[in-house]
């Protein structure tokens, strides 16, 4: 794994989506052809869904569009994965309403050429 790899929150622009809040994951430094970028939400049992779009950043800097990178959730008391996708540049997955009753510890995690393309997750909301 990468020696710097890190989120950042600010705008995020995914295929023709634009959100105001997001973060993104990207690896900075010894980056390798697969990196996994782990974000954590703790939500204790007391959420019941979230709203959010994934996708690669367009700010990516890789040359290669065609580069994908596969986004997991995954609930860390049960090891369950709870939503799995590969994505691809120019975009955007959004869910809505996405059941997550009863999860103590989100995982989202990005995993692929994280060195020049970026995962990001545009406008994420957690509903109780």
Known sequence: MGMCTWWN?????????????GFY???????RDSERGIFEVKLAGK???LDATFGISADSTSDDKTETLKVTMTNQG???????????????YPIKGFDISG???LQI????????????????VIHK
């Open 25 to 31: 994951v990207k690896c900075q430094l010894l980056c």
């Open 47 to 49: 959420y019941s869904s």
């Open 103 to 105: 999860v103590g510890l």
């Open 9 to 21: 929150r600010e705008d995020i622009v995914m295929g023709n989506d634009t959100f105001d809040t």
């Open 78 to 92: 049960t090891g369950k994965i709870l939503y799995s996708k590969t994505l691809e540049y120019g975009k955007s």
């Open 109 to 124: 995690t990005f995993e692929g050429p994280l060195g020049g393309t970026r995962g990001a997750v545009g406008a994420p």
